[in-house]
């Protein structure tokens, strides 16, 4: 494939297309790189460094030798990864790397090319939905304790009331009040619970 045809991908997509010329030593990022990078000066840099500067440190060991060993084995003609991606404005964004090999008639690899794909904004949203299920199972499971809890208090408050009704000695029936406050305390928390249960 041409530069020119490449190039022409390049605009095409918004993924970050690059190509590795493996042979020469010479890398070539598309424009959509100084997006990636937050840096409009990226793109004017042409070595493989480029890339491997930018991997989070506690992924460029794992990286660099997931693409190494794909680069060794004659066999192998494709490579993917994903990693976190060192902005030069400070940020991370996660990428999905993928790149094609090419190789001579010995199976030495030659050249390679490929496309960063990110995916930051896609995991974010797959946490906020994982969050939203574990909230909506949350609210579930308390509303299910306070109804339950609710139920029980209605049984203490029922029989407290009554019990004051009938005791006659004076201790005993502020030993009646105090179960009664302390159970219409209990139900005004559940009431607070199944309120919560419902959002």
Partial sequence: MTEGR????????????????????????GAAFADLTGNPDAPKETGIESWGRRLHPEDRRRVEAGLQSALDNPIITAWSDEYRFLRDDGGERIILDRGFII????????RMVGSLIDLTERRAAEQRIRQAERLEAV???????????NNLLTVILGNSD????????PGQRRMAELIQLAASRGADLTRRLLAFGRR
Avoid: C, M, N, Y
């Fill in 162 to 169: 009554a019990l004051q009704a009938r005791l006659e000695d």
């Fill in 139 to 149: 609210g579930r499971l308390t509303g299910g304790v306070a109804h339950d809890f």
């Fill in 6 to 29: 490449i190039q022409l991908i390049a605009q095409a997509t918004e993924d970050v297309i690059w190509d590795w010329d493996i042979a020469a030593a010479s890398f070539w990022w």
């Fill in 103 to 110: 190789r001579d008639e010995t199976g030495a690899a030659i």
